[in-house]
């Protein structure tokens, strides 16, 4: 097996990655770079891929590098950080409810932090902007809290999880349209940002608020992702397998819960709730690399950063000079293959 | 089964009692709000009209305004009731068949790109969009060889509510002059409607009602279990398709005249069960009447919440619902 698979053995931990797995990240990567100089150069005003390399690396012309280092970079860097935090939430989620259907916008996870920044936007538009994120990682928490209260008893089982999860998306839906549409003090204006945030959008990202405040999250939590990676791995085999075989499954599963939470909560505060990446990542990940988690995290990240930068590029360009929302498009993406998964998945086999 | 009313004439009385209270709760909505209106001038505004603005006010605001609350209460009661029993879970209701969205993306499109305006014709494009995207949602929750399983319907339903909803704001947000004119849709109001709207609708939802109660005797079978229901010769794809094509209409109609109302499909149908216990017989009348009388008494609650402004009577049933729903949540998880 030397042939096919890298071993990386440490004290305590130790990795397995096949090379198949390898050359996949590596093709990824490369079509990620190309993804992003196709979307630096494209816009309202056109730069050829040379021209974007050159202003990367400080040598364009001063009216080009400024648009691509202070306009169009920030919002692609943050297109790959949201994407790759959405897709790998998506996939740690369905490796703990073991259901390939779910993801963190629909268990209510995403709504919770929409939730978080509509009361932010809406009633503190005082306070500096730099704790809106704040806010929504506080509302995917309490989200995930009380999804995760309510359905513990005696721990936790991923279809009472699943159940009262999109129960709570469709209360906390609710409760953002209401507060959005009852502030009777609520201009025009404000109500669009709130829908705008509601789509998902990176639209006008800075690099010092924006990519500043969600670097770290996935620096910290991506390594921490894919070290418990194996636990997911064990925890596919049902609970009591994974009991039998040493796991202690509750307490892992609320790790592994937590990190899932953290990148959903700290992507939707930035991004706004982007639909849908979180459930395709994964699976487009599984069908290249196979079911093991030590790669499917990572390759998830790599595709949900390519379909979010391809979606906000149609997004921003196709319909120029108007800027629709992103979300608009991994939606209208998600949806057809998420159909596609319900009827492939119809007979219960995963 | 330790229900509050056991016996059939308890029952007969809890239904007489909840008519009453329907009457007296049509009564108090057309009577109080921002003006409020004698008894007696209510009464002559429909035996003796005099054209007086008291008069008009009770015919075309107060009236539509108390028949659509109780119609829509009414409805969604009852779907949610029957969503309950064939999708086995008991936080089921109609919206998460994604008829809201549904509805709202159909209103905002049609408004959007073919130009449609006016009340009366979003109501229509609310009702076709509701029916479509149950239909779509029933139709993708029962493919596969285990037919209609609470975890598919559930989450096609939100897959489904993301894509439209999606939609919908992306339209809006981009056509920035219909934004005002649909962005009420998103939340459920039963003020400022007109009787047409109620005509439009009440029929199709008087039929579908009336189909829910010849149903119920199924619907007991049904309850025992898929298997032992075939066992017991009964053709359940057929009793779960007409159970599907009431709650599509209920909820369709009640959408199409109300807007979105979360909650109210999920709170009566379990006080009724507390009530009445799990009878269907029983279960969806009591459901059709005190669910008219839950939005009733919202709607009149939500004129005074922050009086002389109204709130829209979703958010009353939302606050209402809220902790209802987090205790069902907590109940269904022990049983």
């Known amino acids: ?103 963190p916008d629909i268990i209510g996870i995403s709504g919770g ?25 506080a509302g995917a ?32 839906t609710a409760f953002t349209y209401m507060l959005i549409l009852t502030a009777s003090f609520t201009p025009t204006a404000v109500a669009v940002k709130a829908f705008t945030f509601m789509t998902g959008s990176i639209y006008g990202v800075s690099w010092e608020r924006d990519v500043a405040t969600l670097l770290p999250w996935l620096v910290v939590l991506m390594p921490v992702a894919l070290l418990y990676a194996r636990h997911l791995n064990v925890q596919e085999l049902g609970d009591d397998v994974a009991a039998s075989v040493g796991s202690r499954v509750q307490a892992k599963r609320t790790i592994l819960l937590f ?4 990148l959903a909560g700290a992507a939707v505060a930035i991004g706004g709730a982007i639909n849908f990446i979180g459930l395709m990542a994964p699976h487009i990940a599984r069908k290249l690399v196979g079911p093991a988690y030590g790669g499917v995290i990572p390759v998830s990240a790599l595709i949900g950063s390519l379909v979010l930068l391809l979606s906000d590029l149609v997004a921003r360009v196709a319909f120029i000079p108007l800027d629709i929302p992103a979300g608009v498009f991994t939606a209208a ?5 998420f159909i596609y998964l319900l009827y492939r998945h119809r007979n219960g086999a995963s | ?20 209270i329907l009457a007296a709760g049509i009564a108090c909505s057309v009577a109080f709000g921002v003006t409020n209106i004698g008894w007696r001038t209510i009464v002559a505004s429909y035996t003796d009209f005099n054209g007086s603005q008291e008069h008009l006010i009770i015919k075309t605001a107060r009236m539509p305004r108390a028949l659509i609350a109780a119609a829509a209460g009414a409805a969604l009661a009852v779907a949610g009731s029957l969503m309950q029993g064939i999708t086995r879970n008991p936080l089921a209701s109609p919206s998460l068949f994604g008829v809201n969205a549904g509805a709202a993306f159909f209103i905002v499109t049609g408004s959007a790109f073919f130009g449609a305006s006016g009340m009366s014709t979003f109501a229509t494009l609310g009702f076709v969009g509701a029916a479509f995207t149950a239909a779509l949602v029933y139709v ?19 897959a489904l509510t993301a894509f439209f909803s999606s939609l919908s704001l992306g339209i809006l947000l981009t056509g920035g002059q219909t934004f005002d004119q649909v962005l009420y849709w998103f939340v459920g109001s039963v003020a ?86 799990t009878d269907y017989r029983w279960g969806i009348p009591y459901c059709a009447v005190y669910g008219a009388n839950l939005l009733l008494a919202a709607d009149i609650g939500s004129r005074y919440i922050s009086f002389p402004q109204e709130v829209p009577v979703g958010v009353m049933t939302a606050i209402i619902g809220v902790p209802f729903f987090v205790y069902i949540a907590r109940r269904g998880g022990r049983s």
Not at chain 1, 259 to 262: P, R
Not at chain 1, 333 to 337: C, L
Not at chain 2, 140 to 156: E, M, Q, R, Y
């Open chain 1, 259 to 262: 990190i899932s939470v953290a």
């Open chain 1, 113 to 137: 932090a929409s939730l978080g920044t509509v009361v932010f936007i809406l009633y503190f538009s005082h306070v500096s902007i730099r704790f809106m994120p704040v806010s929504a990682i």
């Open chain 2, 140 to 158: 993708l929750g029962s493919i596969g060889n285990d037919g209609l399983t609470p975890l598919k319907i559930t989450l096609a339903g939100s």
């Open chain 1, 1 to 103: 097996m030397s042939k096919l698979e890298i071993t990386i053995r440490g004290r305590k931990h130790s990795f397995q990655i096949s090379r198949r797995t390898l050359t996949v990240i590596a093709l990824l990567m490369l079509a990620n770079l190309a993804a992003i100089i196709v979307c630096v150069g494209l816009g309202s005003q056109t730069i050829g891929p040379l021209g974007v390399i050159r202003a990367i690396f400080g040598a364009g012309d001063p009216s080009e590098s400024m648009i691509v280092m202070s306009l169009r970079m920030p919002r692609i860097a943050i297109a790959v950080l949201v994407g790759a935090a959405l897709a790998v939430s998506g996939a740690l989620l369905q490796g703990i409810v073991r259901n390939p259907l779910t993801s």
């Open chain 1, 141 to 172: 928490f309490a989200a995930a809290f009380l999804i995760y209260l309510f359905a513990y008893r005696r721990g936790i089982t991923p279809l009472r999880l699943v159940l009262i999860g999109i129960g709570m998306a469709t209360a906390i």
């Open chain 1, 333 to 337: 993406i998600g949806a057809p293959f």
């Open chain 2, 1 to 20: 089964m330790d229900t509050l009313l056991s016996t059939r004439s308890r029952k007969t009385a809890g239904l007489i009692v909840g008519f009453i």
């Open chain 2, 192 to 277: 400022g409607r007109d009787m047409g709207i109620f005509g439009a609708a009440a029929p199709y939802m008087g039929v579908a009602l009336i189909a829910a109660l010849v149903l119920a005797r199924h619907m007991n079978v049904l309850a025992l279990g898929e298997d032992v229901a075939s066992g017991l010769g009964q053709k359940t794809i057929y009793i779960k398709l007409a159970a599907g094509i009431v709650i599509i209409l209920l909820a369709g109609g009640s959408v199409s005249m109300a807007g979105p109302i979360a909650f109210v499909g999920i709170i009566i149908p379990h006080l009724t069960r507390y009530l009445v216990g």
